[in-house]
């Protein structure tokens, strides 16, 4: 059974693209709203549901939420591919830097990885809106995936680098 994000009824959030901009637990800027320390935010459920989602071809949608969380999936499914070569926590950190360093598009552009999951922006400051939250959500979901990816003395963790090589949705990982 797929697991789907808590945050099924978050009133008062912005949305861009038929997203909603959730708030985080982040030191990084961007325009997420600020969420308490000890408060699970998406990011956490994103890693947490991970190794469970990333298993599934379908994904059947029950909130806005869950379009973050799918979207959040499919880019960790990214990273791990790009820390499976690396065998220190140096090594790994400098390639989720320079995946952190891509542009990133958002609907209606090439490299879109979900075209028809999203709306498409209605105006090009809603486009740069989405742009920047997705690209603050990718660097702290790159941040908090380090920690887990890696053992606290640098060594990879092979229980969560071995999911590198499963394709989430049937979406091949570029």
């Known amino acids: 059974m797929v697991h789907h994000s808590s945050f099924v009824d978050e009133g008062g959030i912005t949305k861009a693209c038929g997203c909603p901009l959730l708030p985080l637990k982040s030191h990084i800027k961007g325009p997420a709203p600020a969420s308490d320390q000890g408060r699970t935010d998406i990011v956490d459920e994103a890693i947490t549901f991970f190794r469970a989602n990333v298993f599934f071809r379908n994904f059947d949608i029950k909130s806005p939420a869950d379009k973050l969380l799918i979207y959040l999936t499919f880019y960790i499914n990214v990273a791990l ?28 552009e090439s490299g879109f ?62």
Not at 81 to 108: D, H, M, Q, Y
Not at 113 to 118: D, E, K, N, R, S
Not at 125 to 142: A, C, M, P, V, W
């Open 81 to 108: 591919k790009r820390l499976e070569g690396c065998r220190t926590l140096a090594e790994g950190t400098k390639a989720i830097i320079n995946l952190g360093l891509e542009k990133v598009p958002v609907p209606g």
């Open 113 to 174: 990885p979900f075209p028809g999951l999203f709306s498409l922006p209605q105006s090009q400051r809603e486009g740069e809106l989405f742009r920047n939250y997705l690209k603050q959500i990718r660097e702290e979901t790159s941040g908090r995936l380090l920690s887990v990816a890696y053992r606290p003395n640098g060594t990879p963790n092979k229980w969560w680098l071995a999911f590198a090589k499963r394709k989430f949705m049937n979406i091949i990982v570029p």
